[in-house]
């Protein structure tokens, strides 16, 4: 398994715009976890999904931000309008193993909205 | 709600041991876990320790568990430039999701060569 991995690595985008991010977990868990890594606030889980369902996204900043997660095999973050303010690294994060209590990450979707 | 607390900064001497120290407050947290981030880069999963053990030794990495205490540290043994980066602490707390982890704000460790 080649791990979680995250689309784009690295974005620049002006306000405004709408930004997608993506994630493909490993395969064999139906849990999926975004996270927001700033300087400020450090590691803020956004949301997380049990079986393609989301089941606690209190951790959504506010509406301009919204997560699916269509199948087991991928997830996408977005936000609309982006805003500057939302600059961060962005994470994915897939459980694996038989007990799915280890936890990976994957290398980040570093976003800056300028 | 949980919070995991760790001290931000250590400095130590290559071939020194380091050992970093978290704190958390959450008694039903099953798994705690290392992770470590090196610049520019993801979080690495080190290791991990079940909270009914209170040592777990991995190569250099030894780990040890204060349950009591909500006391969790990680000593790395002869430490290396390298080993310079981030490490952060996290708890899981069991869901229907898995673990959901809470984690410390990190401890960026220099080694001084």
């Known amino acids: 398994d080649a791990g979680v991995i995250q689309s784009p690595r690295h974005e620049v985008t002006e306000m405004g715009q709408e930004v997608t991010l993506r994630c493909k977990p490993i395969?064999?868990?139906?849990?999926l976890f975004w996270y927001r890594q700033t300087m400020m606030r450090g590691l803020e889980l956004l949301i997380y999904?049990?079986?393609?369902?989301?089941?606690?996204d209190s951790g959504m900043p506010e509406d301009r931000f919204s997560a699916k997660m269509p199948n087991a095999s991928f997830s996408t973050l977005k936000i609309q309008p982006s805003e500057p303010r939302d600059s961060a690294v962005y994470f994915c994060?897939?459980?694996?193993?038989?007990?799915?209590?280890?936890?990976?990450f994957g290398e980040g979707s570093w976003l800056t909205v300028v | 709600g949980e919070d995991v607390e760790q001290s931000l900064f250590l400095s130590v001497r290559e071939g020194d041991s380091s050992v970093i120290n978290c704190t958390y407050t959450?008694?039903?947290?099953?798994?705690l876990y290392w992770y470590k981030q090196e610049p520019g880069a993801g979080l690495q999963l080190l290791t991990y320790?079940?909270?009914?053990?209170d040592m777990k030794q991995d190569q250099r990495l030894t780990v040890l568990l204060n349950k009591k205490d909500k006391h969790l540290s990680l000593r790395i043994a002869d430490t290396q430039t390298g080993d310079s980066a981030i490490y952060f602490c996290?708890?899981?707390?069991?869901?229907?999701?898995?673990?959901?982890?809470?984690f410390g704000g990190g401890t960026r460790l220099m080694v001084k060569p």
């Open positions: 994060a897939s459980p694996a193993g038989t007990s799915g209590n280890t936890i990976y």
């Open positions: 395969s064999g868990h139906n849990s």
């Open positions: 999904f049990n079986n393609n369902v989301p089941i606690d």
């Open positions: 959450d008694s039903s947290s099953t798994y």
């Open positions: 320790i079940f909270s009914n053990m």
């Open positions: 996290a708890e899981g707390s069991p869901n229907n999701a898995g673990n959901m982890l809470t």
